[in-house]
DNA sequence: AATGAATGAGTGTTCATTCAT
DNA sequence: TATGAATGAACACTCATTCAT
């Protein structure tokens, strides 16, 4: 997490990208932080350090502490899970693949990278930021449900699935990937919880069970 | 909450059981604040304040705030679901019902109670307790997914389930609980989710999914 | 200026009266040190220390910096002004009497103590308090001028005073007490001023002034 | 408060005149600001932004935020007092027109101008400015009390004056006009003072006293 | 045993000052 | 000459911890 520490100009106006990598530098640094401390036991001191800077220069590029928590959670949900939903959709593929694919889609791009951090410090601290659960239930969650809806509906339409258990929850396709997140962040020294194999499993599971027997 | 207070003596000796009241009151007050705002936030001020002592009282029952919170955690952390791990397997019903016992006792007793708060608070705070997280585990989810493999496996046994999934990963069965936890821990106030409804869903889903079909 | 150290006892509640003392010797230290200073660069460190306390402590007795300016001028703006004035009317004495009484009592009970240097205080700094000011106005100056405009007025009909100046402009008779404060605030090193000579000699101007001649 | 912008010159070399007015500019802005807060509350940044110029650039013409205060004082201390006593002196008018002449002219230029606020400034924040406090006494205090002694010393001379009271303290003369300054400026918004109406009573009941009767 | 006043290190934040451009 | 981003010492205020009573 070292960041490439750019030389320092005191000097003249910054270009908007220079001011943008700096930003970036910055909430590199504050995600790191914050991970490692939580919200309140975070210093700025940890943060200016970590980025290279004084801890003054924090404040020319956030009003305070929790703006720097919120821009920082902010900058970080993109929601990209729309848009792989979107494109699933608009392949003729089973919906069973589909929701196999948007499975992997979460081993790859959030338990395989920094987006689980992310997720668990969301779910550690929004909590106390109410404005920022909403906002993240805005921006990925009420998104995400639409799409596994809209995938399971047109599963059941083609008379793929007969269960229409994730249009009324869809938040059981995604449980087991916050069971990963939080595993792994609480107990990974102790006994580490192959994610991978857990959602494959979790994958076949549910297609069963939403393709069903007799049941 | 509720500040049982108990006839103040100036004097000398306690019994170790009227030690051992007071500690419970102290722990009472302790949750509440750990709850309302986290380890951090927490002040010592508002925790003697609701126990009814002053705060030089606390550090007579507890060494620090982290000893505290540990032992809080520590105290709240019994295991009463190998206990009915147990009973289920005593009885000679399906292995099905086992599980369903299973989530219908996690519906009753913990998303119905303060249990659910107390996952919630370890799921926050525990990453900066490695200890605590190791004790967790051990007392609590070693445990569970013991019981919950001892039901699969002889649900695959006697030949009610095809899948061993759950043998592979019980984490899949309680993957909703937390969803459900932590969901109404952040969106409640934009969405509240139906947790009796999630489990009851999850439970035919997964029940479907282990009895398999073709597959 | 020394504070004299209270014998420190970190232990049981405090009298009514203890606290009260100590209140007073912390509002004795920042009295120094907001005259010195003035208020914005008044350092509560310095507060503390002269007090003989921990930074801490100062928050025990009075909420914020800005708190604790406004209960050093309030405790310090008793207005015996009024008192003086009642004791004045009371008697059966001619009215220059009178105001030469009160400008006597202004030398010894203002010019002579620390009274002056609350004023001074005042002056400073009650622009940026502005209901400091209306307090103060409140407490002292309009019950100050009230006294004047009676014993004025009684002067004028008793046939004594022949101008009734001093009953449009009751200032007029204490603005030397404010040159006074202000001239040794700012040039006593330089010039000093003879304050009771010059309180004498208005006297008397003022009286010839009141009495006046043909003119 | 009115920043003439000139022309942003990012070449070479300032001619002294354009350095000059740049100088004004900047202690015009100054000027308001500390006004406005005071020494210590005063914000370079503020005083940069209204001169229209970069913070960075007020080093360039002041040492420090000390120094711009003393210069801008220092700038502000003309002292036309002493001109407009010797104007009155050259005159061959009796001493009792000098002194209303003097009181007019304070209604005038000090109480019906920024000057009042000047000296506002100087009664507030000089007892920390030492040597702004002596320079203010010589250039503008000594001359002052020095054009009020030759006015009187001739009034007694002439016959006009049977006291001597303003030779022994010429303060006397100007105390209602600090009154007034100080006056409004703490308390205009509970009750206004008419100060013009002030010095006028002040000088009839002044020149009574000095010409007095018996007395 | 219980108290609660006292402590003081530590925090977020500000702002006069610097200096590479 | 002018800039303005960067600095970092300094401050008001907090709160876990101590200890004389």
Request: net charge neutral.
């Amino acid at each position: 997490m070292q960041v490439t520490k750019t030389a320092r100009k005191p000097g003249r106006a910054l270009t908007p990208e220079e001011r943008q990598t700096k930003t970036q530098q910055l909430l590199d640094a504050a995600l790191d932080v914050f991970l490692e401390r939580g919200f309140e036991a975070a210093r700025l001191d940890e943060v200016a350090k970590r980025a290279g800077v004084a801890k003054g220069t924090l404040y020319l590029y956030f009003a305070s502490k929790e703006a720097l928590f919120e821009d920082l959670i902010r900058s970080l949900i993109a929601s990209p899970i729309q848009e792989v939903g979107q494109r699933m959709l608009a392949q003729d593929i089973p919906a069973e693949m589909m929701l196999r694919g948007l499975l992997n889609w979460a081993k790859k791009e959030v338990l395989g990278t920094r987006r689980k951090d992310i997720a668990r410090l969301i779910i550690s601290e929004a909590g106390r930021f109410p404005e920022l659960g909403a906002f993240y239930h805005r921006e990925v969650i009420s998104r995400g449900t639409a799409v596994i809806r809209a995938i399971v509906t047109r599963g059941v339409e083609r008379g793929e699935f007969t269960s229409d258990a994730l249009d009324r929850f869809p938040q059981l396709l995604i449980a087991p990937v916050l069971v990963g997140i939080i595993w792994n962040g609480l107990f990974s020294h102790v006994e580490t919880l192959d994610t991978d194999g857990l959602l494959d499993v979790h994958a076949d599971l549910i297609i069963r069970g939403l393709k069903g027997g007799a049941a």
